[in-house]
């Protein structure tokens, strides 16, 4: 009897530990005991050494100054401090940001706007991309701080960020993006993209969970969001992760010397399983952009079916995939319908009652070809089965044998 194959597929909401960065975490945890704010002595100093070197690792990875990085606990945090922390500095702006965008990113607008702050949410075209034009008319009238992701981790889209970067700016606004999803899987150079503040996170570039940083364009104004000490020019107090932030930096490292190679294989990774899943599966239905995209991102929804049942028999069959964000999926909704719709795809107009039931595959550098054979020798039939346990299907059927009399 031969085991269990296991394949990963939900690389947007966390990725495998690169051995490189386990290495680099392992030599801090194993050699090194001070504290970066320690100069005294050579354990602290030794300490600071790996903090800045990472740091301008990170800073070489999306081409930026080293002393414009703030390393944080996360995206979360780190999306938090670049909207709050640039709203409490800047009083005469407003916010603006998209209907798709991460929960640390809409919590926050909904609380921005009941203290009296203009706020604005925009919604995305059909196919997830950003509306230029409303975007435009939006600013037009008065100076936000816009806050608009690179890429969508549930379906995939990539925004023209260069692009809504220059209507910001000729609007006299300035942009956040969270760049979580697109990391490591593009290139991030901020001259080109022309970005205010950037949100990374190293759990999703296979790097160690629980660190994250913040890029603050030089002469950008933000304020910390809690009080303590001097570390991170007083924008971030609290003693550094060192060992997280040794990972980080080799992840970023190791994301600039692999991108090409690692893009080319993603997109043929999702060229294979986008296709076999059109080919194989009926009623199918991909949601966000064909080609202004994630390399080796596909998601998509079969109708008749139930999403959340398609996902618990894909993991039973050992593949793991995902439906909606981590961070949506165990929400406690205040309101009971909320929790019947991913907003996202809401957002794009998918049919309310089958929103909860998308899945998405997420692939990473560890992915293979053999993994996607495995994957279609699976769904399929999973797909027929519960084609024939559906109510809905059943109806269509006795339709079409109606329409054929």
């Avoid at 690389?11 to 386990?22: F, G, L, R």
């Avoid at 996170?201 to 002469?219: C, D, F, I, Q, R």
């Avoid at 618990?312 to 319908?337: F, Q, R, T, W, Y």
């Amino acid at each position: 009897m031969t085991d269990k194959k296991f394949v990963y597929f939900d690389n947007i909401n966390n990725t495998q530990v690169a051995p490189e960065v386990i290495k680099a975490i392992n030599n801090v945890l194993e050699s090194n005991p001070g504290n970066p704010a320690s100069h005294v002595h050579s354990a602290g100093v030794n300490a600071g050494i790996i903090v800045e070197e990472s740091r301008s690792k990170i800073a070489d990875f999306i081409n930026c100054d080293p002393k414009d990085i703030i390393f944080t606990s996360g995206a979360t945090e780190s999306n938090n401090l670049a909207i709050q922390g640039y709203l409490h500095a800047n009083p005469d702006f407003g916010f603006v940001t998209t209907n798709i965008e991460h929960f640390s990113i809409l919590n926050q607008a909904r609380k921005i706007k009941m203290t009296g702050r203009s706020v604005d949410i925009l919604p995305v075209n059909i196919d997830g991309t950003v509306n230029l034009n409303l975007l435009d008319s939006f600013l037009s009238s008065a100076p936000a701080l816009v806050s608009i992701s690179i890429a969508n981790p549930e379906i995939g889209v990539i925004h023209e960020i260069e692009t809504i970067s220059e209507i910001c700016h000729k609007n006299g606004s300035f942009i956040h993006c969270d760049a979580t999803a697109a990391a490591g899987l593009m290139e991030l150079n901020i001259i080109e993209l022309d970005i205010d503040l950037l949100t990374l996170s190293a759990h999703n570039m296979h790097g160690p969970t629980g660190v994250g940083a913040l890029y603050v364009k030089e002469n950008i104004k933000i304020a910390p969001l809690f009080e303590g000490g001097n570390q991170e020019k007083g924008l971030r107090p609290g003693t550094e992760n060192l060992s997280g932030i040794a990972g980080f930096g080799e992840a970023c490292a190791l994301a600039k010397k692999e991108l090409p190679g690692r893009v080319e294989h993603l997109k043929k990774i999702g060229e294979k399983l986008w296709n076999g899943i059109s080919d194989n599966v009926p009623f199918i239905n991909f949601t966000g952009h064909p080609e202004k995209r994630l390399p080796g991102h596909v998601s998509f929804w079969v109708k008749h079916i139930e999403g959340e049942s398609l996902l618990l028999l894909l993991s039973m069959n050992g593949i793991m995939v995902s439906s909606g964000s981590a961070c949506s999926s165990n929400l406690k909704a205040k309101d009971e319908d909320e929790l019947k719709a991913s907003h996202v795809l809401t957002a794009v107009g998918v049919p309310s009652d089958i929103c909860a039931g998308s899945i998405t595959f997420s692939s990473s550098k560890y992915n293979s070809f053999e993994d996607v054979d495995h994957v279609m020798s699976v769904l399929p039939g999973l797909v027929e089965r519960l084609l024939s346990m559906s109510p809905s299907y059943e109806d269509y059927i006795k339709s079409q044998e109606t329409s054929n009399e």
